[in-house]
């Protein structure tokens, strides 16, 4: 019997938990070591694998503070983790933008568990798993709701890149 796709996102979505803020490497990691950190947590989405040079370039384009003395923090991690995901549907420049005006309101912690627990949300929404979508944080703002537009975004684009995958397998008798 042939699975539904709709019923293969829903795995993928209901198994997927970013790490919180608290819950990221407290020690710093070297590049290396970040790159593999983040692409294994990206991976089970099938978003694609970030590089140390992608990140290299991030940093000295001032998209990501400069690691301390090598090293990467929480901090530069939880962003990078943004990025990652938020380039697939917004421009590096948008992004960074996003992300300054967010820093301008909350503190990182903050702003990225809000971040998580949305696009969780999301995904659980658009795979079905949730007939409503939970009203995540105290405030509702213009900028809290362009941050939504962009998760909506990036939660439908991984449906869709979900499906075509699926598609292209069953073309091809697999």
């Known amino acids: 019997m ?5 019923s293969i996102f829903a795995k993928k979505a209901a ?12 020690v710093g990691l070297y590049l290396e070591q970040t790159t593999k950190y983040v692409n294994g947590i990206l991976a089970p989405l099938g978003i694609a694998e970030l590089t140390p040079s992608m990140i290299s370039n991030y940093v000295k384009k001032g998209l990501i503070d400069s690691p301390v003395k090598k090293l990467y923090y929480a901090e530069h991690i939880a962003y990078i983790l943004f990025v990652g995901m938020g380039k697939s549907v917004v421009s590096i420049d948008d992004i960074s933008y996003i992300y300054s ?3 301008n309101i909350y503190p990182c912690d903050v702003a990225y568990d809000y971040f998580c627990i949305e696009l969780e949300n999301m995904l659980a ?3 079905g798993l949730k007939d409503t979508l939970e009203n995540v944080g105290t405030t509702n703002t213009e900028l809290k ?3 939504r537009s962009v998760i909506i975004c990036l939660s439908n684009l991984l449906y869709v890149e979900c499906s075509l995958k699926e598609f292209r397998k069953r073309d091809s008798g697999e």
């Open 2 to 6: 042939e699975t539904s796709i709709k």
């Open 15 to 26: 198994g997927f938990r970013l790490p919180r803020y608290a819950e990221l490497p407290s």
């Open 101 to 103: 005006c967010q820093k």
């Open 125 to 127: 929404y658009t795979a």
């Open 145 to 147: 709701s362009m941050l």
